[in-house]
């Protein structure tokens, strides 16, 4: 139990805003992206700077209350929260400066994807990330990063320069090749085990307007879909990024009404250029495929591409997520594949196999946590809804889809897509080899685990 005056002295100590459960607002501040997970926190610490980060997790230490942090507030199984606990909300930390002369950007812990796009777009510049702007760059950073320009310039802890951590017992410290080494090594795609993340530094990618959008094909046409960007993907210029999703058309704008409600098969793609040379780069592609139902096709900023589909998810859906990594994609698989999204729950419900090849494999195992760089694709399964009503039959869906693939994956998945019911063994078997040296610079770091609302990685 935390006293009056315990809270009120950390209140007086904090710069930011402290908001408990009787406070106006608590609802609004307590409330996840992920509208299927409802959680109550004692304490909700909105930091405005690293003093109140410090300051936040000396308070939850010394007072043993548990610990949860908020970055961007989109993690899926709402990690972001704890009942009964102090959440750790970075989301007012949103600072971001780009040096156009080293091509290089730091980020603080609050930013979306959206925010580091639109600083680094007036430079053409691009930190290599997502796929949709709403995400927070420090989870998805920390899990491993993969999106439109992964093929081309690897994850986004391989672009990854330094970090500024709060670690367990309030200290502050920068990791990178050269300080606190083995700390930058389990921040690179470790979550969230090791401390809190207040700067990202990292290289920037030359990324101005792109050649990109979605191509969908009738799910009469997925199985050739399906094993044509299987066959062809490898061969592909890597400046094109394409992953492709089983779904719905969704029944709004700007989807052509005559496709509304239809099961799709489809290829989303990104071209780091001209749209001419995007064409060219796609043709072997294309021309191998039948003619689509739609072409979304063209020329765009690149922060408009990455918010291309905000408005079909935005915060408050249920979600239930499944993920694996894909080594390969036999035509048993694939017709596995199409008859669980026959059976989809809703219009929203997806699945999507993202490429993790190119520069994501000159990277060694051991380079970096992230270890399965043998991997070709990173899926996802993705039940959603706007309907609360509909959580347990997302879930049963959600799970049957994965029982029904799961065979022919490898035994890890991408811990941004993990759910907090995932059966033991699934972390170990996601960083292979390198899990002990994780846990043994856990227990250098944080040995009394406080960070642990997480896919969590026990102390040695």
Not at 204 to 225: E, L, N, T
Not at 420 to 438: C, I, M, Q
């Amino acid at each position: 139990m935390l006293s009056k005056d315990t809270i009120s002295t950390f209140k007086a100590g904090f710069r930011g805003e402290v908001i408990e459960p009787s406070d106006r607002g608590y609802n609004e501040a307590r409330a996840l992206y992920n509208a299927m997970i409802d959680k109550k926190p004692r304490l909700i610490a909105r930091c405005v700077d690293v003093a109140d980060v410090i300051a936040a997790v000396n308070f939850g230490r010394e007072n043993k209350v548990v610990i949860a942090i908020r970055g961007g507030g989109h993690n899926g199984p709402g990690l972001g929260s704890v009942n009964d606990g102090l959440v750790i909300d970075l989301s007012r930390m949103k600072g971001v400066r780009v040096d156009p002369a080293s091509s290089t950007v730091r980020a603080e812990p609050g930013c979306t994807q959206g925010d580091v796009d639109h600083a680094t777009h007036p430079f053409g510049l691009a930190v290599p990330a997502g796929i949709v702007s709403t995400t927070g760059i420090a989870g998805l950073t920390l899990g491993g990063g993969t999106g439109y320009l992964t093929r081309a310039h690897g994850l986004t802890i391989d672009n990854l320069i330094e970090v500024d951590v709060v670690l367990a017992d309030g200290r502050f410290l920068t990791a990178s090749e050269t300080q606190n080494a083995d700390l930058f090594w389990a921040l690179r795609g470790g979550g969230g085990n090791f401390g809190v993340v207040t700067s990202f530094a990292y290289r920037a990618a030359k990324v101005g307007d792109v050649y990109g959008g979605p191509i969908f094909y009738d799910i009469k046409d997925a199985a050739k879909v399906m094993r044509v960007y299987r066959d062809t993907l490898a061969k592909l210029p890597v400046k094109l990024g394409t992953f492709l999703g089983l779904k719905t058309v969704p029944s709004t704008a700007p989807f052509p009404e005559e496709i509304w409600g239809r099961k799709i098969c489809a290829l989303i793609s990104c071209f780091n250029g001209s749209q001419a040379d995007g064409e060219a780069a796609m043709k072997p592609l294309l021309d191998a495929l039948p003619k689509p139902i739609m072409n979304g096709m063209g020329f765009m900023p690149f922060p408009a591409l990455q918010a291309l589909f905000d408005p079909l998810m935005p915060k408050g859906l249920q979600w239930y997520w499944k993920g694996d990594f894909v080594k390969e994609l036999p035509d048993e698989a694939i017709d596995a594949h199409i008859k669980a999204i026959s059976q989809s729950p809703s219009e929203l419900s997806l699945m999507h196999l993202y490429p993790i090849d190119g520069a994501v494999h000159r990277v060694g195992p051991s380079d970096t946590a992230w270890n399965t760089r043998d991997a070709r694709w990173n899926m996802v399964i993705a039940a959603i809804d706007p309907d609360p009503r509909k959580a347990n039959e997302l879930k049963k869906w959600g799970r049957a889809y994965w029982e029904a693939v799961h065979p022919f994956n490898m035994g890890g998945a991408y811990v941004n897509f993990m759910m907090d019911d995932e059966n033991d063994g699934r972390v170990e078997a996601t960083y292979g080899t390198n899990f002990k040296r994780l846990s043994e610079i856990k227990k250098k770091y944080d040995p009394q685990n406080l960070f642990r609302v997480n896919q969590n990685i026990r102390p040695a």
